[in-house]
Structure formats: structure tokens, C-alpha cells
């Protein structure tokens, strides 16, 4: 299983795509705060859950290989990230380390609604938004384009051969991102399902 980001940093354009390595953290642990770095981010994302292998898929096609939909964090170093880029050098330590990415799919499986005046399913508009509670008990909702997980796909899988299990993580510029500290816990969740938040803990 691999793990990949797409930035938007534009609803319109092409995403930003990273790598985030092979493991995800898993449910139900904490995420153990590196001490590299002083300071790490966590940005809400939505998550999608890859059904079946694929290379350069259509757009038109991409939900077809949508096993499931869910939430998760992004957490990357901002600091190190500010200086690699900065620097010209490779920035892939500053987003993928162990750990790096947290995806919650919740059961039963989130499924495309059809679209019946359009050529091809898509998830609702309802159904990409996502809610996120913060330490401090303040909360926000972050909502994504009806065509960004296709576009966000089929960008992936132009570059790289996607396999069953993967996880690809959309993500926006614009997204709030929540810096994490020892003993501090934020909550996520679909914003249709937002009775079963999922917890990211840091030790």
C-alpha cells in the first residue's frame, strides 16, 4: 500500500502530487511527535480508498476505481518544508516520515451518488465535506469540488501504476491546518456522518 497527496491549490487546476510513503498511522494509536522539528502540522483531508489496479485513467472513469471515501490528516514538517523548498532541495522529508498520513474509512463504505442528468457517477457535493473539531473545542467545515477526487485520479495515475489499497489524500491550499502538541486531540469526520468522528491523538 502507498500513500499519495493532492494538493489543490486551485479547485480549477491541476493538483500539486506527492508522495507520503507506505504506511498509514494506524487506527486507534497516536501519533508520537517526532523531535526533529518544533513544530508539525496536521491539515483535514478527504481520503480515497483505491479499489483495483489502473494507469492513466480517464476522468470520466476515475470512480471507478473509488473503493470507498473517508477522512484523515496530512501532517508534514511546515518549517523544514519552508527551507528545502527554499533551498531548491528535495522536500520529501518534510512530508513523508513515519506516521505522516491518518485515513479513517467509515463502515458501511461511502459510495458514489449517481448523477442522473450527467454522463458518469460522482460523489455527491454533500457527501465531500468534512468536519473537524480542535483542541480548543472550535470547529470548522471544509467542502472539495464534485470533480476534484476524479481529477485528483486520474492526475495520480498518469505518473505512477496505482494498485488496490492505495490511499490518496485530497487536500486544498486554502485548508486550515492544526498545529500539534503533546497530550492535545482533534476530531474529523464526514460532515454526513459526523455522529462517528475519528480522533487524532499526539503523544
Known sequence: MKVYTALFEVE???PVLYYKGEGL??????FFLPDKEPL???VPVLALRIAKTGKEIAPRFALRYVETLGVGFDILCPRLLMRL???G???DTAVAFADSAAAFFPTPYV???IVTEGRFPHYAEAQLALSVTL???SSFTETYAPEMPEKALSALSALTLLHCGDVLLLRKETTRAVPLAIGEQSLISLSERADT???LRVK
Do not use: E, K, T, V
Open 12 to 14: 480549477s487546476a491541476a
Open 25 to 30: 498511522l494506524r487506527n486507534g494509536f497516536p
Open 40 to 42: 508539525y502540522h496536521a
Open 85 to 87: 523548498s527554499a533551498s
Open 89 to 91: 532541495l528535495p522536500w
Open 111 to 113: 459510495q458514489p451518488q
Open 135 to 137: 483542541p480548543d473545542g
Open 197 to 199: 468522528p475519528y480522533p
